[in-house]
């Protein structure tokens, strides 16, 4: 029997649903957080970082987040993320590409309403990057 279901959502679609698991942890803009069965009801902000969901059979799965909300309500966990990706699906070679585009357009000089763009784009390119090693 599961402890609770885990739902990952994104505007492209759904990424996972219905996943039974017995832990998570979940990158939000307050840090880190744990849920385990029975946590209380929660809504919080989903920053950019790694979700890792244990299975309720122990195996660990690892998702890429890049903001959206987390709901966690009963039994059940559900991600609506701006973006998400499983290991699997990731580009490595694009993702190092897009990591380097955007260093260099931050040390070519951007007018300063772009820094924080490319800087975000940095971090998800790292993200996806540690996430693919992890496979």
């Known amino acids: 029997m599961s402890n609770f279901q885990l739902n990952i959502y994104t505007p492209g679609g759904i990424i996972v649903q219905n996943v039974s698991c017995s832990e ?3 990158p939000t803009t307050s840090g880190m957080i744990n849920i385990l069965k029975g946590h209380t009801h929660i809504i919080s902000e989903v920053d ?30 559900t991600i609506l993320a701006k973006t998400s ?10 993702a190092k590409a897009a990591k380097a585009k955007a260093e ?3 040390a070519g000089g951007v007018p ?4 924080i763009k490319y800087q975000r784009k940095i971090e998800r390119a790292k993200n996806r990057i ?6």
């Open 112 to 115: 300063s309403v772009a820094v």
């Open 48 to 77: 950019t970082g790694i979700l890792t969901a244990k299975l309720d059979n122990g195996q660990l799965r690892h998702f890429s987040m890049a903001g959206g909300l987390v709901k966690v309500l009963g039994s059940n966990v």
């Open 24 to 26: 998570l942890s979940i």
């Open 85 to 94: 990706e499983s290991p699997e699906k990731i580009d490595i070679e694009r």
């Open 130 to 135: 540690k996430l693919a090693n992890l496979k």
């Open 104 to 106: 260099s357009r931050l």
